[in-house]
């Protein structure tokens, strides 16, 4: 089944060192996102690639990073990860921005504990 | 921007009755109106979704009725189960932005 793959489930790190979390789909979709969920609040938008193209949101630190490497793969990097940034990481793709493609199908999340 | 706001925050409903959870937005130019459910430690699940030239979409239980005028959409599930319970997300297609703005969700219980 094509889906939206996310690694690993459950991530721990310390204060400050850098972690990297995984996202890859099998739905050949042109768009990929990641979002921030923190606990009972709705997920926040942190960029977008269309293709290769990054979209970076006016408010995300610059401690958070991406890379996407080909079509199916995308990458969340925390360069110095603070106790604030414990939360639930959600990738999740679309096959286009236009009207017609927009819809977006999430991946099961990678919980991050910062310790 | 976009600004969605979603209620209510908590709901609870028998078993077999029906649930509506209410969303408005501010941009009359929105134009993709998705719901989403969040089961615990679970990735939000797309599982309807209305474009602005329609006024209402069903797929079995669940249906979902735009007020474009109003600037207004609901979730209507009917005949609610156990496995309904959730948090349900609603979402505006921002569309100078072209990202989705969410509601601050609803937790849906069913009580048997």
């Known amino acids: 089944d094509a889906m939206v793959i996310q690694n690993p489930r459950y991530q721990v790190t310390q204060f400050g060192k850098p972690v990297t979390l995984s996202c890859s789909q099998t739905?050949?979709?042109?768009?990929m996102y990641w979002y921030q969920q923190k606990s009972s609040q709705a997920p926040k938008l942190l960029f977008h690639?269309?293709?290769?193209?990054?979209?970076n949101e006016a408010d995300t630190p610059d401690n958070f990073q991406s890379r996407r490497p080909n079509t199916s793969f995308c990458f969340l990097d925390i360069r110095s990860p603070g106790l604030g940034d414990a939360a639930m990481y959600l990738c999740?793709?679309?096959?286009?921005?236009?009207?017609?493609?927009?819809?977006?199908?999430f991946g099961p999340g990678t919980r991050l504990t910062v310790l | 921007g976009e600004n969605v706001e979603q209620h209510p925050s908590t709901l609870s409903v028998q078993e077999g009755d029906s649930a509506v959870i209410k969303c408005t937005y501010s941009?009359?130019?929105?134009?993709?109106f998705p719901w989403y459910k969040q089961e615990l430690g679970k990735g939000p699940q797309l599982i309807i979704d209305?474009?602005?030239?329609?006024g209402e979409k069903k797929d079995q239980r669940i249906a979902v009725t735009l007020n474009k005028t109003a600037k207004h959409f609901s979730l209507h599930i009917t005949e609610t189960q156990p496995e309904d319970s959730a948090v349900y997300f609603c979402?505006?297609?921002?569309?100078?932005?072209?990202?989705?703005?969410f509601g601050q969700g609803t937790r849906l219980t069913i009580n048997p």
């Open positions: 999740a793709t679309s096959r286009d921005l236009g009207t017609a493609y927009n819809e977006q199908f």
């Open positions: 739905l050949n979709h042109n768009v």
């Open positions: 690639y269309y293709d290769k193209d990054f979209n």
């Open positions: 941009d009359s130019a929105s134009n993709y």
């Open positions: 209305i474009r602005s030239n329609v």
């Open positions: 979402a505006a297609m921002e569309v100078g932005a072209q990202k989705l703005v």
